[in-house]
């Protein structure tokens, strides 16, 4: 039974009255996060022109000093897109746009100086537009949720098995299509068992398909069930799951899946609601420890692939996007779901032709974030329309995920999120797990008292909303 555990996984995210989103949370809230993005900032620029540069300027990661007044600019549009963001964590959105600001559009606007593509003119005008797109979002996403019930959901029962289902379909066609293999694939081999994963799954039909979700929807919502309701065994099959995809697809996101889980468990540890510029410094964290670690050691191992793939490859990628096809014809989704009305003029698509563009003659796919592939498709206007889409998207999940603990929902959702990043929101919905979240949230049952309308304390300030995990109940 899924309501007798230590910790009820039904038990509604808002167990006090919500949050005002629009309140200041402290004097000093401003400030620091400001502060922090200063600190961001300039830890970006030097791990990107002292590390980063120097080792890969062979595939396009070009360093150049930026005049000081664009470099300044920058900084303060991503303050100013930064103070729009919800200062209180109480919706899952809100989770996700930090998410976002961290590994996404701070890099993209933040970077446009000096990765050598665009001239200062260029540069002011990306950051600009990608801070404007991001504003919308930050700002939709603080205004009040629907005013429509919470989603019932489905039986305990049939959710269960639908897991069930789902993941013995994929693993049995994963072992028959690709074979199973409990070696654990090191890092520097990653390359070379991809390859090989994506010869081998070309022709594979509905498991193209269905690893992902399994990856970033269905063995995330296993791990965190389990560490909300302390069933440790269902926390080892979810993790066991996410090995053997590693170990059959070299995919990195995939192995560092578990520990992002951790780190959202832990920031929502003992019914804590965790502060937004968290998610700020513990980025300068993360690329500060890895940088001492590989100057300690005389390499860039570490470098190259926390901060260099979840942090300056979405940033340069927005500045080679904005320079490729802000002066070659742009895709106009001729790839993707307006094949069938525009024609392409290109041969190959856009991460590949971006490819060829910043390494001629290799087979570089330049996978480019939400905002780099809005560009390519429409330009200035694109960096727009994805943000437009980011927001409903956004508004939707927070609906689906009414009535659930908090905790729960970002555990669930922050590996396809992280996903947009580097790939393009339309796939991202259909290959890569964000539209399998919004339908898992949706049918998980929940309590009576997550039904009907929201409370007329929503309007006004109340305390902080409060996940359980880390309590008993």
């Not at 090995?243 to 832990?266: M, R």
Request: glycine share 8%; charged share 10%; aromatic share 10%.
């Amino acid at each position: 039974m899924l309501g007798n555990t230590p910790i009820d996984l039904l038990a509604p995210a808002v167990t006090t009255r919500p949050v005002d989103d629009s309140r200041p949370s402290g004097l000093l809230a401003a400030p620091v996060l400001v502060a922090g993005v200063v600190v961001y900032a300039l830890t970006l620029q030097w791990v990107y022109a002292t590390l980063v540069s120097p080792e890969f300027a062979y595939i396009g990661y070009f360093y150049s000093t930026p005049p000081w007044f664009v470099t300044t600019f920058c900084i303060a549009a991503t303050s100013a897109v930064a103070l729009l963001l919800p200062r209180t964590i109480t919706r899952v959105s809100h989770v996700i746009v930090w998410v976002l600001l961290v590994v996404c559009v701070a890099p993209a606007m933040l970077m446009a100086p000096y990765t050598g593509y665009l001239t200062s003119g260029q540069a002011i005008l990306v950051s600009t537009t990608v801070g404007a797109s991001f504003a919308i979002v930050a700002l939709g996403v603080r205004t009040a949720p629907s005013r429509l019930g919470a989603p019932k959901g489905l039986r305990p029962a049939f959710v269960w098995a639908a897991i069930a289902v789902y993941s013995a379909v994929t693993y049995t066609l994963m072992t028959a299509t690709l074979g199973l293999s409990l070696r654990f694939v090191q890092l520097s081999e990653v390359y070379d068992v991809r390859d090989e994963y994506k010869d081998d799954i070309a022709g594979s039909g509905a498991l193209a398909y269905m690893i992902s979700p399994q990856a970033n929807i269905i063995n995330p919502y296993l791990i965190a069930h389990g560490l909300i309701n302390r069933k440790w065994w269902l926390v080892l099959v979810g993790v066991f799951g996410q090995y053997l995809i590693y170990s059959a697809s070299g995919f990195k996101t995939v192995l560092f899946a578990t520990p992002a889980i951790l780190l959202i468990a832990f920031l929502f540890r003992s019914r804590r609601v965790p502060a937004a510029h968290s998610f700020v410094f513990g980025s300068v964290a993360l690329m500060a420890a890895s940088a001492a670690a590989d100057l300690a050691q005389g390499n860039s191992t570490l470098t190259s692939l926390f901060s260099r793939r979840f942090l300056l490859t979405p940033g340069l990628l927005t500045s080679v996007y904005a320079k490729f096809f802000g002066e070659n014809p742009q895709s106009h989704l001729s790839h993707s779901v307006l094949h069938w009305w525009t024609s392409s003029p290109y041969d190959t698509a856009p991460a590949l032709t971006v490819g060829q563009f910043m390494r001629p003659g290799s087979k570089l796919a330049a996978n480019a974030n939400i905002f780099a592939d809005g560009f390519a498709n429409f330009g200035y206007a694109g960096f727009v329309g994805v943000g437009v889409l980011l927001l409903v998207f956004l508004r939707v999940l927070d609906h689906v995920s009414r009535g659930l603990p908090l905790g729960l929902a970002a555990m669930v959702m922050v590996m396809p999120s992280i996903t947009l990043s580097n790939t393009a929101i339309l796939t991202s919905l259909l290959s890569h797990g964000l539209a399998a979240g919004v339908v898992l949230l949706a049918i998980i049952p929940r309590p009576p008292s997550a039904e009907g309308h929201v409370p007329d304390a929503e309007a006004r300030p109340a305390e902080p909303v409060r996940s359980p995990i880390g309590s008993p109940s």
